[in-house]
């Protein structure tokens, strides 16, 4: 089993940024791909970003694309989202995931494996 656990999150003025951290622990040498959703209030969970397993490739919303980078670390079992630019409608929580196995897509959440408790990410206007 993996564990997932996600930190980073909290209150920032629009334009502003904030750094998500995604620790894995467990059985970690399962995980493929690791992306990151996030859902806002009355909203379904949305995909923001994926990061294949040696790091190589990146896939990213529209929404988000040029303004979040997806990073990894395989030795230290962690994962990154960056998030520059932030604006109101980027306010939700927002979910690390992982794979363990191949995917035809990185989009739907059901085929993920493994997800963290979510963290709160507002930001104001």
């Known amino acids: 089993q993996v564990q997932l656990t996600e930190s980073g999150g909290g209150v920032v003025q629009a334009g502003g940024s904030l750094r998500l951290s995604c620790a894995a622990s467990?059985?970690?040498?399962?995980?493929?791909?690791m992306s990151w959703f996030r859902q806002a209030p009355g909203k379904e969970r949305e995909f923001v970003a994926s990061?294949?397993?040696?790091?190589?490739?990146?896939y990213y919303a529209d929404s988000v694309k040029a303004r979040f980078t997806i990073s990894r670390d395989n030795v230290k079992s962690m994962a990154w989202l960056q998030m520059n630019s932030l604006k109101p409608e980027d306010s939700a929580v927002y979910y690390c995931?992982?794979?363990?196995?191949?995917?035809?897509?990185?989009?739907?959440?059901?085929?993920?494996?493994?997800w963290g408790q979510g963290t709160q990410v507002t930001v104001s206007s």
């Open positions: 467990g059985r970690t040498i399962s995980i493929l791909v």
């Open positions: 990061i294949s397993a040696s790091g190589g490739s990146t």
């Open positions: 995931a992982a794979l363990r196995g191949p995917a035809h897509t990185v989009l739907a959440e059901d085929l993920y494996n493994y």
